[in-house]
């Protein structure tokens, strides 16, 4: 069974930092893109970054350029977020799909999705 647990999420002051963990199980880790996504109330999902699994390429929205570091560590995914705003309140998602990602890849190639972890900023 796969299994996508986010952790990490929390109330931040602005310009603060907070670290998102995605714990994946129950697939292979090969050749997969893991993504972190956001879904702020009354707004659409958006793609944040993603990573290829296994040559560890990394793509970013220009929300997160700058701010924000996705890494992976074996079955692990990492969302370093530096540098918070409120703009970046969100519930954020980890999601799975197979095949490398050439760029941030879109929702719908998504195969699998965490639970999803809040993040709130505001002082």
């Known amino acids: 069974q796969v299994q996508l647990v986010e952790s990490g999420g929390g109330l931040v002051q602005p310009g603060g930092s907070l670290r998102l963990s995605c714990a994946a199980s129950g697939f292979t880790f090969d050749y997969r893109t893991i993504a972190w996504f956001r879904q702020a109330p009354g707004k659409e999902r958006e793609g944040v970054a993603c990573i290829g699994s296994t040559d560890g390429a990394t793509y970013y929205a220009d929300s997160a350029k700058g701010r924000f570091t996705i890494s992976a560590d074996h079955e692990n995914v990492y969302l370093q977020m530096n540098r918070l705003t409120p703009e970046d309140t969100a519930a954020y998602y980890c999601?799975?799909?197979?095949?490398?990602?050439?760029?941030?890849?879109?929702?719908?190639?998504?195969?699998?999705w965490g639970q999803g972890t809040q993040v709130t900023v505001s002082s």
């Open positions: 999601a799975a799909a197979v095949g490398l990602p050439t760029m941030l890849r879109p929702l719908n190639e998504y195969d699998w």
